[in-house]
């Protein structure tokens, strides 16, 4: 690494984390300021505010930051530089604008690969605690509100519920189906199923089991007073879904996609949209720091001040693309892939025309 490269990403990173600092101190006192009646209301402990909440808070916006900070970073520095003439300078002396523009490229590389990890693992644990703490506090009583539940608990077998209480973790007018091909096999029916947290089981009152032979008439039926048994299906399925997206590691948002899809349910869009996007998340932290670096490394007579503000234009546009693709994503409108890439390929062909155009 040679001078010049130091002298640039030490730069770089100092207003990286500057900007990630001051976007975070602005934006803790807005959420304060907004839920100050509420922690007070709630008579919640000082510490459980700091530690459970506040500090997780801001691991998650640090990370979510991170796109749009190293954008800015890049502009400011650039801009800095080109006001002052350096970029010009060092391209007079033979420097190619491709070597300029690669040590930030260099710089964002690290930045990404720390920003994947944040986001893979680290950011989910964090928001367990976040998000616990505003379903306790902020959030109003969840209660299950859903009609007629099928589920698919096996290759063969299908559950339903007729409804389904969460406060006492009781299921009415149930029934299991064991189904070979198109012909019913088995079917186990009860007025009431409800978990045992000692057991881990779901416990059956009164049951009755239909047996039906090939032809499909009824071959035998067995009752009794009650059963336990274990199914593919957990309380935690008819639990409130608040950001569970966002609580979930790549490794938990895969499990449970898998488990959803053999479920037979729908409406995974918003979790298969969580896993791609940070999948897409390095990759933008690379492109908009590229994007930053071109436009602000023009000389303008309007000064850096007018290519700060066209950085944060972009920066802004780019946010509302994001915003709009996860809305798509999660409502099936579109691909849940394409939907949580499509900021970033957008924004790759408007950083190539720029490139292309930018005076080197």
């Given amino acids: 690494m040679k001078v010049f490269d130091k002298y640039i990403l030490l730069k770089f990173f100092k207003t990286f984390l500057f900007v990630v600092v001051v976007l975070n101190v602005i934006i803790c006192i807005v959420d304060y300021a907004e839920k100050s009646d509420d922690f007070i209301r709630a008579e919640i402990p000082f510490k459980e505010i700091v530690f459970d909440y506040y500090l997780n808070f801001i691991v998650f916006m640090a990370s979510s930051l991170s796109p749009i900070a190293i954008f800015i970073s890049a502009v400011f520095i ?102 070979d091909g198109t012909k019913l096999v088995e079917k186990l029916s009860s007025n009431k ?23 499909g008439d009824l071959s035998k039926i067995s009752e009794g007073k009650d059963i336990d048994t274990v199914l593919n299906i957990t309380p935690q399925y008819f639990e409130s879904r608040y950001r569970l997206n966002e609580t979930m590691t790549l490794k938990e948002l895969d499990d449970f996609i898998e488990i959803e899809k053999a479920r037979g349910v729908g409406n995974v869009e918003v979790f298969l949209h969580e896993k791609y996007e940070r ?33 944060f234009l972009f920066a802004f546009i780019f946010i509302l693309f994001v915003m709009m693709s996860r809305s798509i994503g999660a409502a099936g409108s579109l691909s849940p892939m394409l939907a949580a890439w499509l900021p970033t390929i957008i924004f790759s062909f408007v950083t190539a025309g720029l490139y292309f155009y930018a005076p080197k």
């Fill in 78 to 179: 650039t801009a800095r530089m080109a006001s002052h003439s350096e970029i010009i300078a060092m391209l007079s002396s033979g420097m190619s604008y491709i070597r300029f523009v690669g040590v930030f490229l260099g710089g964002s590389i690290a930045v990404a690969i720390i920003t994947f990890v944040l986001v893979g693992w680290v950011i989910p644990d964090a928001a367990k605690t976040k998000v616990a703490f505003q379903v306790k506090y902020l959030k109003k009583p969840y209660y299950y509100d859903g009609k007629n539940i099928h589920l698919k608990t096996s290759d063969s077998t299908y559950a339903y519920m007729e409804s389904y209480r969460n406060t006492s973790q009781t299921g009415y007018q149930f029934t299991l189906e064991k189904i």
């Fill in 193 to 215: 199923i409800q978990w045992d947290s000692t057991l881990q089981k779901w416990h059956i009152d009164r049951y009755k089991h239909l047996f039906f032979d090939n032809s």
């Fill in 279 to 311: 999948y897409a998340y390095p990759f933008a932290v690379i492109l908009l720091t590229l994007m930053g670096a071109i436009v602000a490394s023009r000389k303008t007579r309007q000064g850096s001040g007018f290519q700060i503000a066209l950085g």
